[in-house]
């Protein structure tokens, strides 16, 4: 059943506009504000100023001062988004502090009382999510420039230096490029509707070329992201309290909730992007590894609202596998399978990627993303499950 109407009715200005996607960035937030006006000015210095407030210990301290701040002032999308971003950086700093193990289990009133109406009001958790960190955390330097590395910056910062610069707009860029395929959606489900081989030979062809440049950005990811930093800093920052021993009962939001909540950090499975395409190339992640497709699905829950109605309006559109299979074309099939090879590759990339960045630094075999899986086990599972779906000729 159409879930409030099919993308394959739609234009691609509708979609845009009805989901919250933007046709330059996806699902990144368009040009960010970066201030917001008193008394909401607090959080931005606070988040502004994080590494030098946690490297002097005096983060914890300056959020205690805080007063309470309604949110009700906070009345746009934008306005609500940045402080929802900077309240998720001040959450983050407050827990985890210097890293080194003094964590606090319990986020004073002052700050989780406006943090938790304000998600509320966003439909986000309240702790730093994809959203905030990689879609609502950046800027251009010249407004008029290119959307490159070179030309852009982030709002906030953790420690360790330019890593939070590298990890974050590494994603991002990675995140428009791959969403540069959005628009030719409703060509690829007319195409469906109208059996034109043709049209849909063109979307698929482009779609493939759109994620093969996201593979090519997160390349990016070496020159500007030093492993052990990344290991041992930054990642602290974006660790969460669902399955993590430090906060076994999760975190208590004061003022807010009675009992401790468990939410699980910041990860690239929260990107709608890449779920985006599993849903348009008919991969469902359910085969095999039963975990890897319920962690999928729990984590659209740390997705913006827009963009999860999205995904549950593809799922209603027709299937593009399907119909591929039903033509039995070898050209038409090898431009499906070139954009499964596309997400395979990109998949293999990020396994090679978490290797890098967490397994070897960890100097052991296993260890938990920032999401709070297995992580080597949930993306080999990911990966090889995309890798099925390729079409093998009869």
């Known amino acids: 059943m159409a879930h409030n109407g099919t993308p394959l009715m739609e234009s691609s200005q509708e979609i845009f506009e009805k989901y919250q996607i933007d046709e330059e960035v996806?699902?990144?937030?368009?040009?960010?504000?970066?201030?917001?006006?008193?008394?909401?000015?607090?959080?931005?210095s606070i988040a502004k100023n994080l590494p030098e407030?946690?490297?002097?210990?005096?983060?914890?301290?300056?959020?205690?001062?805080?007063?309470?701040?309604?949110?009700?002032?906070?009345?746009?999308?934008?306005?609500?988004?940045?402080?929802?971003l900077a309240l998720g950086y001040i959450t983050m700093a407050y827990v985890w502090n210097q890293g080194d193990g003094d964590v606090r289990k319990v986020l004073p009133k002052n700050i989780a009382v406006p943090y938790c109406e304000l998600s509320e009001k966003l439909g986000l958790p309240p702790i730093l999510v994809y959203a905030d960190c990689v879609?609502?955390?950046?800027?251009?330097?010249?407004?008029?420039?290119?959307?490159?590395?070179?030309?852009?910056?982030?709002?906030?910062?953790?420690?360790?230096?330019?890593c939070s610069k590298g990890f974050f707009l590494v994603s991002l860029l990675?995140?428009?490029?791959?969403?540069?395929?959005?628009?030719?959606?409703?060509d690829l489900f007319k195409a469906v509707k109208n059996e034109d081989q043709n049209a849909l030979q063109k979307a698929l062809c482009y779609i493939a070329s759109c994620l093969r440049q996201a593979h090519k950005e997160f390349e990016q990811i070496n020159d500007y992201v030093d492993p052990s930093t990344f290991f041992n800093v930054l990642r602290i920052y974006l660790s969460g309290w669902k399955g993590n021993s430090q906060l076994p009962?999760?975190?208590?939001?004061?003022?807010?909730?009675?009992?401790?909540?468990?939410?699980?950090?910041?990860?690239?499975?929260?990107?709608?992007?890449?779920?985006?395409f599993d849903v348009l190339l008919g991969i469902r992640q359910s085969s095999g590894e039963e975990s890897a497709s319920r962690f999928l699905q729990e984590m659209r829950k740390y997705m913006p609202p827009a963009h999860q109605e999205f995904l549950l309006s593809l799922e209603s559109?027709?299937?593009?596998?399907?119909?591929?299979?039903?033509?039995?074309?070898?050209?038409?099939?090898?431009?499906?399978?070139?954009?499964?090879?596309?997400?395979?590759?990109?998949?293999?990339?990020?396994?090679?990627?978490?290797?890098?960045?967490?397994?070897?630094?960890s100097n052991k075999q296993e260890n938990k993303g920032t999401g709070g899986t297995s992580v080597m086990t949930f993306l080999k599972s990911v990966r090889g499950t995309t890798e099925n779906f390729l079409l093998r000729d009869n």
């Open 174 to 186: 990675v995140e428009i490029a791959a969403a540069s395929a959005i628009k030719v959606i409703p």
């Open 135 to 162: 879609l609502a955390n950046w800027k251009k330097k010249d407004p008029n420039g290119p959307m490159t590395y070179e030309n852009m910056d982030i709002l906030f910062w953790f420690p360790g230096g330019d």
């Open 249 to 276: 009962e999760g975190l208590k939001y004061e003022g807010f909730w009675n009992t401790p909540q468990e939410f699980a950090g910041g990860s690239a499975a929260q990107s709608s992007i890449f779920q985006c």
């Open 53 to 84: 407030l946690i490297d002097k210990n005096e983060l914890r301290e300056k959020v205690d001062q805080l007063k309470i701040h309604s949110t009700d002032a906070l009345k746009d999308h934008k306005s609500q988004r940045l402080a929802h």
């Open 317 to 361: 559109g027709p299937s593009v596998r399907e119909f591929v299979l039903s033509k039995g074309d070898p050209k038409l099939r090898a431009d499906y399978n070139e954009c499964v090879k596309a997400m395979v590759s990109l998949r293999n990339y990020h396994l090679q990627i978490v290797a890098k960045y967490i397994v070897i630094p």
């Open 26 to 44: 996806g699902f990144a937030l368009p040009n960010p504000l970066e201030e917001l006006p008193a008394p909401y000015d607090e959080w931005i």
